[in-house]
C-alpha cells in the first residue's frame, strides 16, 4: 500500500478526535496529515502518532495541495459545500454527515457488509448513519443465509450521537441540573422518543434514515421496515432491539454459529449467566455485540436480536476508516 496524503475535516469536534485515535491504533499508513476545522478552532494543536498538528481552516482552497483521502465529520452543510470541491480536486471524500448518503450516485458503505460498493464512487463515499452501521453488520449474514422479509427496529440511543451537547446535558443533568442545549426535555432519568426533527409522515428523521440506509446497504429497496428511535441516558454505545422475519426456517444454533462467524461481531449469548450486550463493555471497541437471540414465536420465521455497539468508533469514526483503508489500498503504489 502506498503511503497516503490524508485530511480530516472537522479534526477538533467528537468523531474528528476519534478518527485520530483510530488511526493512530490502526497505524493507517500516511505519509501528509492535513487537519481542518472551523475558523473558531483553526489554531488548535491536536497529537496523532505522536507528531503535534496545527489545526487548519478549512477554505475553498484547502484542497490544492496533493490530498488522497479526506475524512469529513464536520455535518451536512459543510459536506454539502467543501466535498464536491475535494472530489474536483481528485480527493476520495468518506464523509460522515447525512448529506450525500441517499445520493444516487454516492456508495453508502459498511466494510463487513458491502465493500464492494466502494468501486463505483465518483469522489464521494457516505459513511452511515451510525445506528444503521451496526444493525447491518449484524442482519446481512442472516440476510445472506434466510432473506430477510420485515424488520423492526427500536433503538435505545446514547448522547454521544447528539455530540459534546448532549454529553453536557445528561452531565449537568445527573447533578441536578436540567439544561436544554440539545434536547427540547431533560434527558437525565428520562427516554426521549425523538432523534432529529419530526417529518410529515410521523416518523422522525433518524427512522427514515434507518429505513431508507438499510434498504440501499442491503440492496433490497422492497424490504419492509419500520423503526422506532429512543435517546436514552446513557453516555456513550448504542443499544438496539431488532425483530426480524425471515423467508426461511432457521436453526437458533445455527443463527449463532453464522453470527460469530461474521466479520466484526461478537455473539455474546447466555441469558442463563446474565451474558448479553451491554453499552459499558461496548464503549471503546469496535466490535458489534449480538446477543438475547431468541425466537419470536408471534409469527413464522420470527426472530429477535439485542445489538449494541460504540456509536463514536464503529458507528462513526471507526467505519469511516475501515473505507479509507479499503480506498487506500486501491490506489496505485
Known sequence: MKKINLAVVGATGMVGRTFLKVLEERDFPYENLYLFASAKSAGEKVTCKGIEYVVEELTEASFDRDIDIALFSAGGDISKKFAPIAASKGVIVVDNSSAWRMEKDVPLVVPEVNPQDIQWNKGIIANPNCSTIQAVVALKPLHDRYHIKRIIYSTYQSVSGTGVKGVRDL???????????????????NCLPHIDVFLENGYTKEEMKMIEETKKILGNYGLKITATTVRVPVFNSHSESINVELEKPFDLDEVREILAKSPGVVVEDDPSSNVYPLARRAAGTDAVYVGRIRRDYSIENGLNLWVVADNIRKGAATNAVQIAEIVAGSLKK
Do not use: Q, V
Open 171 to 189: 452531565e449537568e443533568g445527573l447533578k441536578g441540573n436540567d439544561i436544554l442545549s440539545a434536547y427540547p426535555h431533560p434527558i437525565a432519568n
